[in-house]
T-cell receptor, first 112, second 115 residues
């Protein structure tokens, strides 16, 4: 079974620019998560989707971050405009049932 | 207000010995706990888990112990092998089985296995 796919793997942008990340979850997984992992910290949940709908986005900075999951499969996470403190690894994860989450390799974002 | 705490940023253990990684939590609503292992430039991979109704779960060289009264869990690796060198994250969920819920992670412990 193919794992969670993410692209790009690395991205460098200047502050105030925009950036988008893409995630393709494991086939059949209804739940999709985006996490932000700042260097030296554990992953922090940004948003959780159940099929097309948002289950939890309480920690998403909605003034600059947005995410969508069209047709209940792929998802994109966007940052507009980016700040220096957004430099982090953005991890996508998916699950079918229960708390077992499968993670993608992540996108490392550097904001200069 | 860190709800999941891993107080040891790093741990060095000799190959063949036991590695013990610790984790504390503060949220009484957590009812499922997981350990993830992470290599550089890769996403975390699931290692082992335990439900709050149990106090021990074993899988090969890996055993997780849960002490609910102390809100403490630990991961034991016996014997430790060079391939175990990685960052280990403790994670907790407030909803087990049935529906999914986002995980709350600790900061991680970098385990280094010395030859």
């Amino acid at each position: 079974e193919a794992g969670v796919a993410q692209s790009p793997r690395y991205k460098i942008i200047e502050k105030r620019q925009s950036v988008a990340f893409w995630c393709n979850p494991i086939s059949g997984h209804a739940t999709l998560y985006w996490y932000q992992q700042i260097l030296g910290q554990g992953p922090k949940l940004l948003i959780q989707f159940q099929n097309n709908g948002v289950v939890d986005d309480s920690q998403l900075p909605k003034d600059r971050f947005s995410a969508e999951r069209l047709k209940g499969v792929d998802s994109t996470l966007k940052i507009q405009p980016a700040k220096l403190e957004d430099s982090a690894v953005y991890l996508c994860a998916s699950s079918s049932t229960g708390p077992f989450e499968y993670f993608g390799p992540g996108t490392r974002l550097t904001v200069t | 207000d860190q709800q999941v705490k891993q107080n040891s940023p790093s741990l060095s253990v000799q190959e063949g010995r036991i590695s013990i990684l610790n984790c504390d939590y503060t949220n009484s609503m957590f009812d499922y706990f997981l350990w993830y292992k992470k290599y550089p430039a890769e996403g975390p991979t699931f290692l082992i888990s335990i439900s709050s109704i149990k106090d021990k779960n074993e899988d090969g060289r890996f055993t997780v112990f849960l002490n609910k009264s102390a809100k403490h869990l630990s991961l034991h690796i016996v014997p430790s092998q060079p391939g175990d060198s990685a960052v280990y994250f403790c994670a907790a969920s407030a909803k087990s089985g049935g529906g999914a819920d986002g995980l709350t992670f600790g900061k991680g412990t970098h385990l280094i296995i010395q030859p």
